[in-house]
């Protein structure tokens, strides 16, 4: 084991560019293959566990998920609000998120005043959908300067940057006009 800065990792083989492989774990217990342990669908037989030995191996070990979310093995899922297909190697915004960020757009832009909270929710929802829009980052900074003139009183309403609204227009047609989506940059493959 090998430490750098705070973080522990094992060396594996040496690479072609003269780095050597980084793994967090020293690979010494083999993956179990757990297909034997329930029934499973035609898809499932495509893997060595499903999402039922993940459940049950949670449960055994006191980790209770919350069953209703469970997404089944894909290409294509929703995590933290994005659809992530990596059959196409792309990341966007799903629409339930799309609509909540439209929804607290329109809300800020029906008032003339804020106070900070309000300024701190609609930054942290837009900065999240800055992961699947690269470009969205140029368009928070007057947003961000709204927010540093409500620190100095944050319960006072305060009309926000007059830069902050051409910024909301921005970003509420790019929301409306849908296919918000950024490619997933696979990592190298070395053989």
Same mark, same amino acid.
């Given at each position: @084991?090998? =430490? ?15 780095? @050597? ?5 020293? /690979? ?6 757990? &297909?034997?342990?329930?029934?499973? &669908?035609? *898809?499932?037989?495509?893997? /060595?566990?499903?999402?039922?030995? +993940?459940?049950?191996?949670? !449960? ?13 093995? !894909?290409?294509? !899922? ?15 915004? &799903?629409? %339930? ?11 800020? $832009? ?26 969205? $980052?140029? *368009? #928070?900074? &007057? ?13 006072? %309403?305060?009309? %926000? ?12 047609? #790019?929301? =409306? ?7 997933? +940059? %696979?990592?190298?493959?070395? *053989?």
């Amino acid at each position: @084991m090998l =430490q750098t800065g705070s973080r522990l990792w094992f060396k594996g083989h040496a690479l072609d560019n003269r780095l @050597m492989e980084e793994f967090s774990k020293d /690979c010494s217990q083999p993956i179990r293959d757990l &297909s034997n342990n329930s029934p499973r &669908s035609k *898809y499932d037989t495509l893997f /060595c566990h499903n999402i039922q030995h +993940i459940d049950d191996t949670s !449960t055994k070990l006191g980790i209770f998920w919350q069953l209703n979310k469970d997404q089944l093995f !894909t290409l294509s !899922t929703i995590y933290i609000g994005f659809l992530w297909d990596l059959d196409i190697h792309v990341v966007s915004l &799903s629409q %339930p998120k799309v609509d909540k960020y439209l929804k607290a757009i329109h809300s800020w $832009r029906k008032k003339h005043t804020h106070i900070l909270q309000e300024a701190l929710e609609l930054y942290g929802k837009l900065i999240h959908a800055c992961t699947a829009i690269k470009r969205g $980052r140029a *368009y #928070l900074t &007057s947003l961000k300067q709204t927010i540093a003139i409500l620190q100095k009183k944050p319960l006072l %309403p305060q009309r %926000p940057d007059k830069k902050t609204e051409p910024d909301l227009v921005w970003w509420s047609d #790019l929301l =409306q006009a849908g296919g918000i989506a950024r490619p997933i +940059i %696979p990592p190298p493959l070395y *053989y």
